[in-house]
């Protein structure tokens, strides 16, 4: 079973959404990189459990991040502000005073 490593942000943003059993087995299974027999192990569910738990939860996730759309909002801000920074460091705004760089970072936003 391949991870799909977007998960560990959508459980950075919505695990207070997940029952604890829920977000105790994503967590082990993505933050603390266990096996599904590990995570067995520690949580006391058969390793068929653990898979059917992290399914049900990825599934849960993707359906949070369909209606609220943290994730994405974060990754484009995210992406806007590394644009201005690089055009800050490349000096690619005009020396105007504060007022003169609104449109061109507005542009850049």
Avoid: H
């Avoid at 994503?26 to 599904?36: A, F, K, P, V």
Wanted: negative net charge; aromatic residues 8%.
């Amino acid at each position: 079973m391949a991870k799909d490593l977007r998960y560990t942000l959508y459980l950075d943003m919505y695990s207070p959404l997940l029952t604890d059993k829920q977000r105790e087995t994503l967590e082990l299974y993505y933050n603390e990189d266990l096996s599904l027999g590990e995570i067995s192990e520690v949580t006391g569910i058969t390793r068929q459990g653990v898979m059917n738990c992290i399914k049900t939860s990825e599934t849960r996730l993707s359906e949070l991040e369909e209606e609220m759309g943290l994730v994405e909002r974060f990754n484009s801000l995210k992406e806007k502000v590394e644009r201005l920074e690089t055009a800050l460091k490349n000096e690619k705004l005009t020396d105007t005073g504060l007022y003169g760089y609104i449109d061109e970072i507005k542009a850049l936003l």
